[in-house]
């Protein structure tokens, strides 16, 4: 069905000019303890570290965000009373790495530590800013003489953080691993892997530690280009718009959104991307508490090649990293029609605020979906749904992680993870699988190209959840969904049984998920009870996961031991926010959950935090070459007798 | 944010008026072998039985429905060649069950057997048609009395399915099973059980078997309505609008969809609902094949209550039923504003078309979501998607389905499943849990309302997918990942591989899930070759899904035996089309899948048949009541080496 192009491009044109709303975070002061920091208070940030005379031309930043308030300050806190304004400042000198606590109003430096045997995570300087030094190196230049390379101009050098594997080197320095790429010809590099090469650099002394080099193949020379001018586009279908005519259905005050009885507030953190907080949903007059705080806490993508260029690719994203959050949003290709747009600000390695233009994302959908039906005696009810979505994406080299937090009418959030981007390829000498006789050079992924293998690997992303079901005091049950054998004159034999257990300490609620021993997961208020004699819930719902293979003695699963399980409960701490630690850059293991829980804490009838990890496998295919389709997962949080009936029984006939 | 409530619901009403287009699908004549029989064809089939001497006025029909043309005669077939039109009719004279095909065209009788020691269908007089006849029965108002209800007009008797339980009763008799409800004051029956009665019916003899008492608990009395006039609902919201204004970009010849380089053609079954066949993919001009048919097969909802009048729930319902397709969509609240709907013929137990508006709807979607995209060196690509949705509703009693076939750009299909409608509950004597002190009231459910518990119970979903891959000669493969360990000198210890095995036999395609040991499940012609060396093919992704926990001598999961294994492969064959048997009302267990796979077939290299079941297990909570919130689970086929590359790497810029 062929379609008037020029007239879909104007009308979809006129729609974006009138469509893309930004809310520009920089001009606006903090409205709530937990806003993310604003221009004006980076600005302070910087003051107060110059003028305690911390810094000189070596200083760098790697990391300074909000440093939240003590919780129960801002569960007192009432709006239009005045709030405390910290930030938590990482401050790397050459080797040494030093926190500090800087009181924003008094532009002060309140305290100051040093923090040994970490390293801060990578900035950007140490993956973009080695590449002319690299090239220096007369032995990476031998490497590139032997692959027949002179021409370095189109040949780029990358950064990228180590792993961690015990040798020597691993802690001794502060390591960056180099790998290049022969971007000659096309627009992007990741096609085009200079294979067998890597440099260990060590980012402290600014010097090369190592050139590896285990064999020459050839750069693949495949089509890689996925831009529109390289592609000959199908035609455009029929237009299909989003109109809201009267503006959107949810109100924002600052970073606080109400819609469709929802309340919550968002920041938009340089390491974790969205925090959403003080989530509460408007039961009659009752404005009730559901959630403090939840944000992704942590991702951990290992790589399934052990060869001496590879076996290192085990990335934890977030912490190792802590920039990815976020990518500017394409304007009504990203996110529809009637989104309204959110600034973020946050500061670079030298500690000044930086602006990045649609950050997040804040829209109504309604696609169709149902909220609810039946056809009985007297015929059908039934009402549509609309749901609130609010976007970030985030981009970790080669993946683009879309994360969507989805408030519903029937009281549930859903959190999905669309991951997308560009798959890590090696190259290889076999031109294709049937070229690959001994099967070598595609043992540990797939080819996506010619000479190009795409290697296998997982995902996974953990998510920090502090609910707070109807106050701070909280407990985990396990309804446990175990067989009951029926007597002998019973027809039936077997039915099963829902039993619920409340984990009294963290080890008890360290859980696995086994089809063929299901349990449900529920965070209760003990002592808030239902009309119908229940304890108020939110129950975390785990949608499809899946559980790393790797051994328990592996440097990467020690190191990204918040995956041993898939759930994890802990007693509130406000020290307690990263689930691999504070620091994986070069971590050696056991940081984070796996450290936090070894003391084995009760966590009944308390302010408890739920950890949450959902993951995936992926062997690649040639459908994800050039560019990934957007594969998404999700979970969701639901209640569980939090409410006296379906939340979303009033919802209008007409929508 | 209030909005102008009058003004949005104008609105709503005008976009319907314009958008609600139904096809017709009692005016069209046949125009692809695999289309469901006209009202023309139906009354054919009439005629036919009636002029063979078949039938008398006791007769009925449980089941008449397109008997498919061999499949070779189909895969043959060119448009506008004639084709062969056959009914498969299911007659029952009393006690006996015969099968007959009728030739269309010639209005004959071509095949006419008896089928012994099978129960067909239930049929509409049996479920509403007992009312009177049961509350004629003398020991059953004895049981009113007991209860102290003496005016039966507002009692409602149902017939239901009996199950299957080896008694002398259930080997003798076709047996209803009936329950009552009390519905005085409300609109629908759901709410308000006759606790601890039932009736055994048998249904060949028009008389009551048994009545059964095990005690008198009062009818509930709280609040079930959820009509808008019942409730008092929220502001409406902002108006959100789909708008298309030069209509859908799918096109539509008889019940062919062409969309986006996809193509296939689909009837709405009485007993199965959608029926996709013919699932083509236009590829460069090469239109591929990936599926010859497509369908759901066999539901399963076993309830977990052992007490006398609840051990029998285990409904098997696509068969036991085989009305369940499909319920009429409201237009614009259960479809968006630019669906097209498509009309359903069917005929009723006498053999008689009847019309059913608004059986299926069909629509794109672009809500927002990003087909692909990459933040690089070049800055951000990124596309928009869309997808097109086929949608039909089921309604098994209390519940309501929703089946949602989703074709994606990226070559995946999706299959969506949501349930919704009202629980199932039983009337209690503790008002609520807090008055259950020993628990007994809930032991196999949950409170959802005053004197009311929601039993707990299970949803399996099996899907029949005959894969044809580029031609019918498929294999199945299971990509096993597991741990490789790594030599002492390698600095990891451990990457896991992903290990292709060819299934030969169906036993070596029984599979289960499990976290712990993943594999990938595809079917691929072995016999072509993807670019790279690869056979083309297509995965299988399960997504969330539950295993019965029941035991295996256990008669409904006996009965229900294809949920003994998620994963099944099958050689075709014509006559196997529904996973617990042709006639699951009261089997003994073992039809279906455990029967047709018994023999080991082989099934490399053959024409194969992918049986994948989805489930989930439901304990009910307050959120559930008076009718459920949507919960949805979905599965997804995707192509794996199928295409060269990325198939949504051509999208438009500006869709």
């Known amino acids: 069905m062929r379609t008037l192009k ?7 044109l006129a729609f974006l000019l009138l469509a893309t709303i930004t809310r520009p975070a920089s001009a606006q002061v903090p409205k709530h303890p937990l806003d993310g920091l604003t221009a004006t208070e980076f600005w302070a940030v910087y003051d107060a570290i110059k003028t305690a005379g911390h810094a000189d031309a070596r200083t760098r930043y790697p990391f300074i965000t909000l440093h939240e308030p003590p919780k129960d300050e801002v569960l007192r806190w009432k709006p239009g009373q005045p709030f405390r304004r910290e930030a938590l400042v990482v401050v790397r000198e050459g080797p040494h790495t030093f926190e500090a606590i800087v009181d924003v109003a008094a532009r002060k430096v309140t305290s100051w530590k040093e923090v040994r045997d970490v390293q801060p995570n990578v900035i950007e300087e140490e993956v973009f800013g080695i590449n002319d030094d690299v090239k220096a190196n007369p032995e990476w230049q031998a490497a590139m003489r032997r692959r027949g390379i002179t021409d370095y101009d189109s040949v780029i050098c990358y950064g990228t953080s180590p792993g961690y594997f015990g040798t020597p080197e691993d802690k001794q320095q502060r390591v960056i691993r180099v790998i290049c790429y022969d971007r000659h010809g096309v627009w992007e590099p990741d096609g085009r892997p200079i294979e ?12 090369v530690l190592r050139v590896i080099d285990n064999g020459i193949v050839p750069v693949p020379q495949g089509p890689v ?15 299909l ?16 959104v109400s819609w469709q009885k929802w309340n919550f507030q968002f920041r938009i953190d340089r390491r974790v991307g969205p925090v959403i907080s003080s989530v509460r949903y408007a039961d009659g007059d009752n404005l009730r508490s559901i959630l403090y705080e939840a944000s992704l806490s942590e991702i951990f993508v290992p790589y399934m090649d052990p060869s001496e260029t590879w076996y290192h690719w085990t ?23 009637n989104a309204v747009y959110f600034e973020q600000v946050f500061a670079n ?3 000044i605020p930086q602006r990045r233009p649609r950050a997040a994302c804040l829209f109504e959908r309604s696609s169709g979906d149902i909220a609810w039906r039946h056809e009985g005696l007297s015929g059908v009810e039934s009402r549509k749904a609309r749901e609130l979505v609010l976007r970030s994406i985030s981009v970790f080299g080669n993946y683009d992680y879309i994360f969507d937090w989805v408030f519903q009418q029937n009281g549930s959030i859903k959190v999905e993870i669309g991951a997308t981007g560009v798959d890590n390829v090696k190259a290889v000498t076999a031109r294709t699988a049937a070229e690959d006789r001994d099967g070598k050079a595609s043992a540990y992924g797939r080819f996506v190209g010619e000479n190009t293998v795409a290697v296998d690997h997982d995902h996974y992303f953990s998510f920090r959840l502090d609910f707070d079901i109807d106050g701070t005091t909280n407990s985990f049950v396990k309804d446990k969904l175990s067989v009951e054998r029926q007597p002998a004159e019973n027809p039936r034999r077997s039915v099963w049984v829902a039993k619920p257990e409340v984990a009294r300490t963290e080890e008890q609620a360290k859980l696995h998920m086994d089809m063929a021993q299901p349990a449900a997961w529920r965070v209760v208020n003990p002592g808030v009870k239902s009309p119908l004699g229940y304890p108020v819930g939110y129950e975390i719902m785990p949608g499809d996961n899946a559980m790393p293979l790797l051994l328990p003695e592996d440097y990467p699963q020690r190191r990204a031991g918040f995956t041993d399980y898939q759930l994890w409960v802990t007693p509130y701490r406000d020290n307690e926010r990263y689930a691999a630690g504070d620091y994986p850059v070069q971590s050696k293991g056991g940081d984070g959950l796996p450290a ?11 302010d408890i935090v739920v950890w949450y990890t959902i993951g995936f496998h992926h062997v690649p295919r040639a459908e994800d070459w050039p560019v990934m389709p957007t594969m998404w997962h999700e979970f969701a949080l639901h209640p569980v007798n939090f409410f006296a009936r379906n939340p979303a029984l009033d919802l209008p006939k007409q929508p």
């Open 196 to 207: 067998g090469l890597a440099v260990q650099w060590d980012a402290n002394e600014h010097k």
């Open 225 to 239: 280009n996925y831009d529109i001018g390289s592609v000959v586009p199908r035609d455009a279908p029929s237009p």
């Open 241 to 256: 718009t989003i109109q809201q005519p009267q503006g959107p259905g949810f109100r924002v005050d600052g970073h606080q």
């Open 6 to 12: 020029s007239r879909a491009v104007s009308a979809a």
């Open 349 to 351: 390695a030298h500690a």
């Open 315 to 337: 990335y934890i994203d977030a912490g190792e990293f802590a920039d990815g959050f976020a990518s500017a949003l394409e304007p009504g290709i990203e996110c529809p029609e």
């Open 596 to 606: 936090w829980t070894s003391a084995n804490r009760p966590i009944e009838s308390t």
